[in-house]
């Protein structure tokens, strides 16, 4: 990451240099105040002020989740390559490799708090505020096909039964798969019930969402 260190008069000053010479604006650093000094001058007769700071560009969330992501791999010893694509509203980051299991998880539990955790360090220093989705081996398109068919599945035993069914917790991502795939039913529907990380997806008969 390029960075210049500024030796000025006032912190403005300072900044305003340094900006000059990234060719940047301010939201796309980070600041860093290295040095304040105040000090009389000459007989006493003149205040000196100092200040220096350094200032750093910002990388890009899409390149800070991938090197935060690559570091936790090598920290759990997974040696895999990481793709990225930038997709509209989203940013998918593939991971492929052997014996990636553990990296995913139960029903993806490690793998959805593997997202959350890049998440929250890409968004750490960047204006941008991008939803980063983190894949393993196509494991979730395969999750996303499977949970179609528990939607569906379920759904179908609703209406034969004419009782609701609660289904196992699942994160937010995976709710709205459920929701989505049966938004259109005309015989169910389906609301959350809970808290995270518990919530689950309830699917009741549309003539009686309490039966």
């Keep these: ?108 539990q490690t793998l959805n708090a593997l997202q959350y955790v890049v998440n929250l360090a890409a968004h750490r220093d960047c204006s941008e505020q991008e939803r980063i989705i983190i894949d393993v081996g196509g494991y979730r398109k395969r999750r996303e096909e499977n949970l179609k068919r528990i939607a569906l599945s379920s759904a179908e035993r609703v209406k034969q039964k004419g009782r609701k069914e609660i289904l196992s917790p699942m994160s937010p991502q995976e709710r709205r798969i459920i929701h989505l795939a049966l938004q259109d039913s005309k015989e169910v529907v389906t609301h959350s019930e809970g ?16 039966k």
């Design 1 to 108: 990451m390029k960075s210049v260190e500024i030796v000025a008069k006032t912190r403005e000053e300072a900044l305003e240099l340094a900006l000059k010479e990234l060719a940047v604006d301010e939201s796309k650093v980070k600041i860093e105040v290295l040095e304040e000094t105040t000090s009389k001058g000459f007989l006493g007769l003149l205040n000196v002020n100092k200040v220096k700071i350094r200032v750093t560009i910002k990388e890009e969330q899409a390149q800070q989740a991938v090197r935060f992501l690559r570091e936790v791999l090598v920290n759990m010893g997974i040696f895999a390559q990481v793709e990225l694509f930038k997709r509209p509203g989203y940013i998918m980051l593939n991971v492929n490799g052997d014996d990636l299991g553990k990296l995913i998880g139960r029903h993806g």
């Design 195 to 210: 808290d995270d990380p518990y919530r689950r997806v309830v699917i009741s008969p549309k003539n009686n969402i309490y």
